[in-house]
């Protein structure tokens, strides 16, 4: 997720800036840490089982490294709502702005903290599901990011800041719910940024699916030239579908391809599995011959 650094070019005096916090806004990051050079977030991510009427208080620790140099800044926590698109692009919305959000459920705080290198601040989150909820996955996230100094410039000198965030992602489940992954389809597209795998999927369950794929590409003299094993994708939202872009190494010259690929999607089925005939033409186009989709 992201962080929040202050980052200060001193056009007049040519100094150069220093990124205080690293950013990256990662899309549904790992149950782990997530940290870059900067501020970390530990965990990056929460997923929370309460029945209607319930509740539950959760937290993470927003943690500075240390440094050679002291460091200081002051953080302010909002919510936000968020959501993924077909394309598997994230976005970031006013909290209560979507149907399934989570955030008028949440309370939160510090809504600010001031923090040096070295130090942790943990964060507290209470979660009250009211009676009404039906069974489903709710979400909301918690924004952090750096105040700008209030300090304004000197005569004769400009600031140009750049702002990072953080972002904090948490799931409240309201049971019962199941997820149910399903393979569509697999194909090649080449563009002007090379050939990519194309994997796309959908979720006609209530609960998200988290898929891990693996594939294989194969040329017309069944040789390996391309191969990526239990990857992790995109979070796969309830009743959703997805579309994931895998870059292939190197360069494919135009010819016929087989692609073999599985999708694991701990929903609890069985593993899918897709092999597909291609043909990648000169111009970038592709034809798909006889191929199928099948559990396995």
């Given at each position: 997720?992201?962080?929040?650094?202050?980052?200060?070019?001193?056009?007049?005096?040519?100094?150069?800036?220093?990124?205080?916090?690293?950013?990256?806004?990662?899309?549904?990051?790992?149950?782990?840490?997530?940290?870059?050079?900067?501020?970390?977030?530990?965990?990056?991510?929460?997923?929370?089982?309460?029945?209607?009427?319930?509740?539950?208080?959760?937290?993470?620790?927003?943690?500075?490294?240390?440094?050679?140099?002291?460091?200081?800044?002051?953080?302010?926590?909002?919510?936000?709502?968020?959501?993924?698109?077909?394309?598997?692009?994230?976005?970031?919305?006013?909290?209560?702005?979507?149907?399934?959000?989570?955030?008028?459920?949440?309370?939160?705080?510090?809504?600010?903290?001031?923090?040096?290198?070295?130090?942790?601040?943990?964060?507290?989150?209470?979660?009250?599901?009211?009676?009404?909820?039906?069974?489903?996955?709710?979400?909301?996230?918690?924004?952090?990011?750096?105040?700008?100094?209030?300090?304004?410039?000197?005569?004769?000198?400009?600031?140009?800041?750049?702002?990072?965030?953080?972002?904090?992602?948490?799931?409240?489940?309201?049971?019962?719910?199941?997820?149910?992954?399903?393979?569509?389809?697999?194909?090649?597209?080449?563009?002007?940024?090379?050939?990519?795998?194309?994997c796309r999927m959908q979720n006609t369950?209530?609960?998200?699916?988290?898929?891990?794929?693996?594939?294989?590409?194969?040329?017309?003299?069944?040789?390996?030239?391309?191969?990526?094993?239990?990857?992790?994708?995109?979070?796969?939202?309830?009743?959703?579908?997805?579309?994931?872009?895998?870059?292939?190494?190197?360069?494919l010259p135009p010819g016929r391809y087989?692609?073999?690929?599985?999708?694991?999607?701990?929903?609890?089925?069985?593993?899918?599995?897709?092999?597909?005939?291609?043909?990648?033409?000169?111009?970038?186009?592709?034809?798909?011959?006889?191929?199928?989709?099948?559990?396995?």
């Open positions: 997720m992201s962080q929040v650094p202050a980052m200060i070019i001193r056009l007049l005096d040519l100094v150069t800036a220093v990124l205080l916090l690293a950013p990256g806004l990662p899309a549904d990051p790992g149950p782990g840490a997530a940290r870059t050079a900067g501020l970390g977030l530990n965990p990056a991510r929460i997923e929370v089982e309460i029945l209607p009427g319930g509740e539950k208080t959760v937290g993470f620790r927003i943690e500075s490294p240390p440094s050679d140099a002291p460091v200081q800044g002051r953080l302010m926590l909002s919510l936000t709502d968020w959501n993924i698109d077909e394309q598997a692009n994230v976005s970031y919305l006013d909290p209560g702005s979507l149907p399934d959000s989570a955030s008028p459920w949440i309370v939160f705080s510090p809504a600010a903290v001031n923090i040096s290198s070295g130090e942790s601040q943990l964060v507290r989150i209470t979660v009250r599901v009211p009676e009404s909820a039906r069974p489903g996955v709710y979400r909301s996230g918690i924004l952090v990011q750096e105040r700008p100094p209030a300090t304004p410039p000197r005569p004769g000198e400009h600031l140009l800041y750049f702002r990072f965030r953080y972002a904090f992602t948490l799931y409240v489940i309201v049971p019962p719910v199941a997820g149910r992954g399903e393979l569509l389809d697999v194909r090649l597209e080449a563009g002007a940024g090379g050939v990519a795998l194309v369950g209530s609960r998200h699916v988290r898929p891990r794929i693996s594939w294989s590409i194969r040329d017309g003299e069944q040789q390996p030239v391309a191969v990526l094993k239990n990857k992790e994708s995109t979070v796969l939202l309830p009743f959703s579908t997805m579309t994931v872009r895998f870059p292939v190494a190197g360069s087989e692609i073999d690929a599985q999708v694991d999607f701990n929903d609890g089925g069985s593993l899918q599995a897709a092999r597909r005939a291609v043909l990648l033409a000169a111009d970038g186009e592709r034809a798909a011959a006889a191929g199928t989709v099948k559990p396995r």
